[in-house]
């Protein structure tokens, strides 16, 4: 594979004893995982997921919005994690101090193996109550949808962050302190104009990481970036760490 990529690159990322990772919605996207924007399709075709994916719209239909993402864990559990996950699994196991920062929701770091991730926008397989944060893994299968905690009986919702809702302010704590303290920082496949992740990179850049970004599409926070690479993550970063590391 012949991409014009600088030396130097691999040199950084060889050397480098500590690397923070953002990565956004196209990691997911070569996985086969729709982009929440994507259009919907069949049954689902006539609703906005933007509007489906708030407070509001659970207190107005939680049924709905129960059923549409019974039908999005669905989608997502058919997808496997692509080389690029697996590749960021391995450059975890070859440094001393690794951070995957991931504002997908579909577990599929997890499941390549990575370890030290958090989850700034939660996972949809995990589900907790909607009056009072109970994670719950399991519930009556009564007819009641959405199911009730067993703890208080609030009706269950996704463990995830909807629109209007803040990041959770632990996760996003240790998202900055491993941004601070990195000497590499590498943002992968995200739009970059959701906060707070989209601030990450400033953090980074104020305590001088080298900054990368691998998009196949410039992003607003391209200008501050060292190098921009414009690969799909799945090509891409196999390639980086043969090279680095062989």
């Known amino acids: 594979m012949l991409l014009n990529i600088s030396g130097d690159i691999f040199e950084a990322i060889r050397k480098a004893r500590s690397i923070t990772v953002l990565t956004g919605a196209g990691m997911s996207a070569e996985s086969g995982v729709p982009t929440f924007r994507e259009a919907q399709k069949g049954l689902w075709a006539q609703y906005d997921p933007q509007e489906l994916a708030t407070p509001q719209a659970f207190h107005r239909n939680a049924k709905l919005v129960w059923e549409w993402y019974e039908w999005r864990r669905n989608l997502i559990s058919q997808a496997s994690p692509n080389p690029g996950h697996k590749a960021l699994k391995k450059l975890e196991e070859m440094k001393d101090i690794f951070s995957l920062v991931t504002q997908n929701v579909d577990n599929l770091h997890k499941l390549a193996g990575s370890n030290n991730i958090i989850e700034l926008h939660g996972n949809i397989f995990r ?83 080298l900054l990368i970004e691998i998009n196949t599409e410039q992003t607003p926070l391209s200008p501050i970036m060292d190098y921009q690479i414009r690969e799909p ?7 980086i760490l043969e090279n680095a590391f062989n």
């Open 233 to 239: 993550a799945g090509k891409i970063l196999p390639f």
């Open 127 to 209: 589900t907790k109550c909607f009056d009072n944060n109970h994670t719950v893994e399991t519930w009556s299968t009564d007819e009641n949808i959405p199911p009730q905690c067993p703890e208080c009986g609030s009706p269950l919702r996704p463990d995830v962050v909807w629109f209007g809702e803040s990041v959770p302010s632990q996760a996003f704590s240790m998202a900055v302190t491993n941004a601070r303290q990195c000497e590499i920082f590498i943002s992968i496949g995200t739009s970059s104009v959701i906060q707070p992740a989209a601030s990450l990179p400033y953090f980074a850049q104020e305590t001088g990481a």
